[in-house]
């Protein structure tokens, strides 16, 4: 089955920064758009970012862009978040998730960020 | 960007019960509209894509209507194994905007 996993979450203070990987495995990670996804402690769904299956088209949510940067190496089948000047705001668990027909079909288990002095 | 809104934010029923949440849309998404359920400490689960496809293994008792701004999830005979917060998700061109959840609690 498809296996989504993330990992890079832990503790940063604020305005440090933080790299999230994502590693794809047992579909073909090349053919499917990628998304970011976040969910504050006792939130709802926050989606972040999204990059095309070659990584030439990408998309951010207002609340991250020109902070945050999603990028894609399909050679090692992998996703990855640059996150940049973090704030406490940011503090949640990030999920990486595979695009298919317009919905989020596979989620990984999520990793999670703290942004604290 | 697109704005979704879930009403209501919490619904309380019984088992057996037939429920429905609707999710609107600030503008009309066409059918790029996805259900999702998520429980807590786990990542969410797709139920339905398109507005109206189950996606595999989803039970029959869920079902999604609506197309343009006004969408319906609809689940009959509420079991057990229902009672999870659910989300609505728009994808567009430029975002993928989620609804802010209703939760579906034991009366």
């Known amino acids: 089955e498809v296996q989504l996993v993330e990992s890079g979450g832990g503790l940063v203070q604020p305005a440090g920064s933080l790299r999230l990987s994502c590693a794809a495995s047992r579909f073909a990670f090349v053919s499917y758009e990628m998304n970011w996804v976040r969910q504050a402690p006792g939130k709802g769904l926050e989606w972040l970012s999204s990059i095309s299956s070659s990584g030439a088209t990408i998309y951010y949510a207002d609340s991250v862009k020109g902070r945050f940067t999603i990028s894609r190496d399909n050679a090692k089948n992998s996703l990855y978040l640059q996150m940049n000047s973090l704030r406490a705001e940011d503090t949640a668990v990030y999920y990486c998730?595979?695009?298919?027909?317009?919905?989020?079909?596979?989620w990984g288990q999520g990793t999670l960020v703290t942004v604290s002095s | 960007d697109i704005q979704m809104t879930q009403s209501p934010f919490t619904l309380s029923a019984s088992v057996g019960d037939s429920v429905n949440i609707t999710c609107r849309a600030s503008q009309s998404i066409s059918s790029w509209l996805a259900w999702y359920q998520q429980k807590p400490g786990k990542a969410p689960k797709l139920l339905i894509y398109k507005a109206s496809f189950l996606d595999g293994g989803v039970p029959l008792r869920f079902s999604g209507s609506g197309s343009g701004t006004e969408f319906t999830l609809t689940i009959s005979s509420l079991q057990p194994d229902d009672f999870a917060t659910y989300y609505c998700?728009?994808?567009?061109?430029?975002?993928?905007?989620f609804g802010q959840g209703t939760k579906v609690e034991i009366k």
């Open positions: 998730a595979r695009t298919r027909i317009a919905a989020f079909d596979y």
């Open positions: 998700q728009q994808y567009n061109s430029y975002s993928r905007t």
